[in-house]
């Protein structure tokens, strides 16, 4: 970055002139972040640095600014080399309540949020859930503040612009330990490296184009630091554009080991790069993509079904599902000329699920309606309303 070679060159600090207090101008200049049409990569590099060394230079005027932001956290580590606005930041692991996430992209320009990026992040939160079983949609939590000593910042060499150990993350997904009640933590969705919190078991990052140095390189021994027992990195790939030819996506899985050094575990599968065996999850999970302008798909393979599974097949497969009971139940309901019968047949199912040879039982029905209720294996009327009143059965079909 260009502060960090101005840091390590006395005269480039010192031939730099010192830039005034910014303040609002009419036409675009270097107090203004610049996005890509405004002025060209050189220049809009060299604007962050002057912004930069501005707020080096005059540190109690930069945080009178901060201080008047309506989001002011006293506990966070600002950093000079990033923008921080009423209802945008630069900054990755500044999350705040309606304040978006503009990274600077590698030319230097800011960057709208990243348009494949986000919708992955709350693919892979939905998917998730389902392997944990119950528990699922309270372990899986997606982009909690996650803060560690200052002594890990400075021992790992995390600085701000400033020279400050940073002391916060913000993570894309985190899977928290299994049997704990953290009802409050998922309100907050704050992390400390305390006995009152638990170190995630799994902590997920989506990687960007704008993020791919930080994930596979300084989060990568963070999370090693804070004894995260597994760390996914979700790399969805760059379409060709233009003279880029692109590249596909990949899952990189680091496991920690009894030494607490983190160790990558090999794929799986015909394409090691897109499938590996979470211990976490308990499954083997992959991205699916079969070239690299297909949006990737995050699945984890079911062994009881022996299906790839994620959270919108789930979706299309119960509206299917739904829609193929209702059809039986109609046709039953013609067979027979009896509401009791549906009514029964319906109870029966939210109880031990559909059958899956619907087919066969309705061609024995067709052939002996009067056996109806031993063909769908339902036993006596008040056997069927005590199991009902017990609430062993998921919502109406």
């Known amino acids: 970055m260009a502060l960090a070679q101005a840091e390590t060159s006395g005269q480039a600090v010192a031939a730099a002139p010192v830039p005034r207090r910014p303040q609002p101008q009419e036409a675009w200049d270097w107090q203004v972040p610049a996005s890509r049409g405004d002025t060209d990569s050189a220049t809009a590099i060299a604007s962050r640095y002057q912004r930069a060394m501005w707020r080096l230079l005059h540190p109690r005027a930069w945080q009178a600014d901060l201080h008047a932001l309506s989001h002011f956290d006293p506990e966070f580590v600002y950093d000079e080399n990033h923008e921080y606005y009423e209802d945008w930041t630069t900054d990755p692991d500044y999350g705040k309540v309606n304040v978006r996430n503009f990274p600077y992209d590698l030319a230097g320009f800011v960057s709208p949020d990243q348009k494949r990026h986000n919708p992955l992040i709350e693919q892979m939160r939905e998917t998730l859930c389902t392997p944990l079983g119950r528990e699922g949609v309270h372990r899986v939590q997606p982009t909690p503040d996650y803060h560690f000593p200052e002594a890990v910042g400075r021992d790992l060499s995390l ?47 989506v990687v960007s184009p704008s993020s791919a140095a930080r994930d596979y390189g300084d989060k990568a021994v963070l999370y090693e630091r804070l004894s995260v027992k597994e760390y996914l990195i979700v790399d969805p790939g760059e379409p060709p554009e233009g003279d880029s030819r692109g590249y596909l996506a990949q899952l990189v899985l680091y496991r920690l080991q009894p030494d607490s050094n983190h160790v990558r575990v090999e794929g799986e599968g015909d394409d090691p790069n897109m499938e590996v065996r979470s211990a976490v999850i308990g499954s083997v999970v992959r991205l699916k993509q079969v070239h690299p302008e297909d949006e990737p798909v995050f699945q984890w393979f079911d062994p009881n079904l022996g299906i790839w599974r994620d959270a919108l097949g789930d979706k299309l497969r119960e509206s299917e599902e739904r829609g193929r009971a209702q059809t039986i139940l109609t046709v039953v309901g013609h067979i027979l000329s009896d509401e009791g019968a549906v009514n029964a047949i319906t109870q029966h199912w939210q109880v031990s699920g559909m059958p899956g040879n619907t087919d066969d039982l309705l061609t024995a029905v067709l052939d002996n309606p009067a056996e109806w209720r031993e063909i769908f294996g339902i036993t006596t009327e008040s056997e069927e309303d005590s199991e009902l009143d017990r609430g062993d059965h998921p919502s109406a079909l």
Do not use: N, Y
């Not at 002391?167 to 969705?189: C, F, I, M, N, W």
């Open 159 to 205: 600085f701000t612009g400033g020279r400050k150990p940073k002391t916060q993350v913000k993570p894309d997904l985190v899977v928290l330990p299994a049997g704990r009640d953290d009802r409050s933590l998922k309100e907050s969705r704050v992390i400390r490296t305390d006995p009152e919190h638990p170190v995630p078991e799994m902590v997920v990052e």
